[in-house]
């Protein structure tokens, strides 16, 4: 089993950038795939991105290709997104969670979860 945090959403404004950090702790954490997930108000909640166990593969939703990064420090227990050129859109609470397949989208098939952090970004 593992506990995840999520921290570093703020506000920031378009064409600007953000870190954001899910600190685990648990033994297993390096055993476990890692995504990011984020839910804007009034919409399902929705992939963003995913990192294997090992950080050698990454996969990421279309709309995020190429703005956002996804990286991971097993000896940490954290797992980073960068995200860059942020549009208004990425507005959302920002999810991190723990599961086995990078090619899994749906937050159904991730058993752990963080408490979400708040990102907004003004136009």
């Known amino acids: 089993q593992v506990q995840l945090v999520e921290s570093g959403g703020a506000l920031v404004q378009a064409g600007g950038s953000l870190r954001l950090s899910c600190a685990a702790s648990?033994?297993?954490?390096?055993?476990?795939?890692m995504g990011w997930f984020r839910q804007a108000p009034g919409k399902e909640r929705e992939f963003v991105c995913a990192i294997t166990w090992s950080g050698s593969s990454t996969n990421y939703v279309d709309s995020v290709k190429g703005r956002f990064t996804i990286s991971r420090d097993n000896a940490k227990n954290t797992v980073y997104l960068q995200m860059g050129s942020l549009k208004p859109e990425d507005t959302a609470v920002y999810y991190c969670a723990a599961g086995w397949y990078i090619h899994a989208q749906s937050p159904s098939l991730y058993p752990y979860w963080g408490q979400g952090t708040q990102v907004t970004v003004s136009s």
């Open positions: 648990g033994r297993t954490f390096s055993s476990y795939a």
